[in-house]
């Protein structure tokens, strides 16, 4: 007996009585949509942040900042010959412990342990403030890490472009909601809810330089594919 051909799945929402099928579109859009949300939605507009390997660059001051997954990278950067331009080389760590190993660290570093993630920022401002030579900013660590200092250092221009940030750890994602420009840190899955305006929004694939975050957009409650964005993990 000859087996009958299957049919395609149906992108439209009418069942075969002419009346919408829900189960039948929820069935197939946690089949598919996972691979088509970025492509339709973020498609060509999918703008990333720049990371690159830390290298020393000419400049008087070096501030070099990192949480517990960039040390490793720091520590590749200050396996390097320093460069001869530098006078002043600063290293904040947010995190319990430094475990960059100290005979890397010459005598004209300064280098302190930030526990807390408000102290950390406070001293990178200081830091940032007190830089009147040219200075280059050295970040590493997860990508929330990287885009909160990025964020941090843009205020006042003072240390321009001269920024280098090394990706080691998580790729969660900072975002800003599209209606209060609240920022959220750390977020790891597709759909979130703004607990202020309280809206559930989408994280795009853009980022945004000038903020220092990715862009979202608003979803409807109703909208059929909020559950599966839920689930659907950003790295
Ligand atoms: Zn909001």
Partial sequence: MEAKPQAAPSTGSEGVDGTTSEAAMNVFLSQHVKDAIPDTVCGENSVLPLFTSLDWRPAR??????????????????????????????LHVLGRENKVDVLLLPDRMDACVNPDDRSFRELLCASLRASSSPTQLYAAGSQSFLLSVSRLARPGERVGSAIQAELTGSRARDVQCMCCKNIYRDIDYRALDCPRCEVTLMVSDHYSASVGAFETVALRP??????TLRKQRLW
């Fill in 61 to 90: 001051t070096h501030l070099i900042v990192s949480d517990e997954a960039g040390l490793a990278a720091v520590e590749r950067l200050l396996a390097n010959p320093f460069p001869v331009s530098g006078e002043r080389f600063t």
């Fill in 222 to 227: 109703a909208d059929a594919n909020l559950q």
